[in-house]
């Protein structure tokens, strides 16, 4: 079973819209899918045609109290042959209030417990994050063992993105399990040359972090949301519904399970051998210097060794990166500030907001 929590805190990126058509698609394609929807929009509830006021019981019921995980087979509503959604409700946005007591361990893991009730039922379960990273999304990230970052092709998206990046990093790293993050590049206008740049951008920047399926603007989509049900039951044919169907086959192929096949081939590529990098930083001012860049999914100082050194009132970090050959984008973050490195001309002018240094590994 197969966990995948759809997040980003930017509003509009088409979370949604992904959970509800990703589903769909998986589901046609044989596979049983569930979708818990764990915004109190409920827009996804809504999405798949059921109406969240209609329900008796929703996450809310399952999530606040420690006993109520055991009812989450009772929540879960079948929308499409076998496609089920645990359904959301306005109620759920209560939670984060009513659980602010409790200690965090308790709060945050009761989504991966009530999804231990249905293991094995489903090939895939896809969570709807709201925007925001609160109670919820951890909740969320807590139970899933994969992500999908939305990004809306547009400039200035990347905002906030690399923030999240960091978080869901730090919070792996604290509950001790990896999460397989993977960015989705969706709302691609492919009429704009505009767009087209920012597309190869985001491509750059992620590399392999970045899925080869991308989601163009389709209005069939906002009237797959209003009929309730995923764009493809209804016209398979639309370019929504081709990218969404496109994105599940690329989903299936990344299946982790099959992951070491790939990493054992991988490693059969001649010139591949990492070697040791190393670049130096200097400030008189800044107090905490780290950096990030593709080679570690853009999570500051994440795979890095790091040494600071002081020599009168100059400090000077110095950063150890292992790097198979081939070219690298990077930014420092100064004290929580993103910025080119400004000792290397090499730069990529980015449209998603300021520049990104160039390392060629030879
Ligand atoms: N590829 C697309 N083509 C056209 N419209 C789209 C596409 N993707 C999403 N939309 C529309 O954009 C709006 C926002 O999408 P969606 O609700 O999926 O985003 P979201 O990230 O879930 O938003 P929120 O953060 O509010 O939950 C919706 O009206 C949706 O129908
Ligand atoms: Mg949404």
Not at 232 to 260: I, K, Q, W
């Amino acid at each position: 079973m197969r966990v995948i929590a759809i997040v980003n805190q930017k509003g509009g990126c088409g979370k949604t819209t992904t959970t509800i058509n990703l589903a769909g698609c998986l589901a046609i394609q044989g596979s049983r899918v569930l979708v818990l929807d764990l915004d109190p929009q409920a827009h996804a509830t809504l999405g798949l045609g059921v109406d969240p006021e209609s329900v008796e019981e929703s996450l809310y019921e399952v999530l606040a109290e420690p006993g109520g995980t055991d009812s989450l087979p009772r929540v879960i509503v079948e929308a499409q042959p076998g496609l089920e959604v645990a359904p959301s409700g306005i109620v759920l946005s209560a939670l984060e209030q009513k659980l602010a007591l409790e200690r965090v361990e308790s709060r945050t893991e009761r989504l991966a417990n009530a999804l231990e009730t249905v293991h094995g039922r489903y090939d895939y379960v896809l969570i709807d994050c709201p925007p925001n990273v609160g109670l919820l999304t951890f909740n969320a990230l807590r139970a899933a063992s994969e992500v999908i970052v939305p990004l809306e092709t547009s400039p200035f998206a990347i905002h906030g993105v690399t923030k999240l990046l960091e978080t869901i990093a730090l919070l792996s790293e604290r509950i001790g399990h990896d999460l397989t993050v993977r960015v989705l590049p969706t709302l691609f206008d492919g009429r704009t040359r505009y767009a087209q740049k920012i597309l190869s951008e985001i491509r750059e920047m992620f590399k392999d972090m970045c899925f080869d399926s991308v989601i163009r603007v389709n209005v069939k989509l906002r009237e797959a949301i209003a009929r309730g049900m995923p764009l493809v039951y209804f016209a398979r044919r639309t370019n929504g519904a081709v990218d969404y169907a496109a994105l599940a086959l690329e989903v299936a192929s990344l299946d982790p399970a099959l992951a070491e096949t790939s990493l054992a081939e991988s490693f059969e590529e001649p010139g591949d051998v990492p070697r040791e990098v190393v670049i130096r930083f200097r400030d008189p001012d800044a107090s905490d210097v780290r950096i990030a860049g593709d080679f570690n999914g853009w999570v500051p100082d994440r795979g890095v060794r790091s040494l600071m050194e002081s020599e009168g009132s100059t400090r000077t970090w110095t950063k150890v990166l292992n790097l198979a050959p081939g070219t690298y984008q990077y930014r420092y973050v100064i004290d929580g500030e993103w910025r080119e490195d400004p000792e290397n001309p090499e730069v990529a002018e980015t449209s998603l907001g300021g520049k990104n240094s160039i390392l060629v590994v030879r």
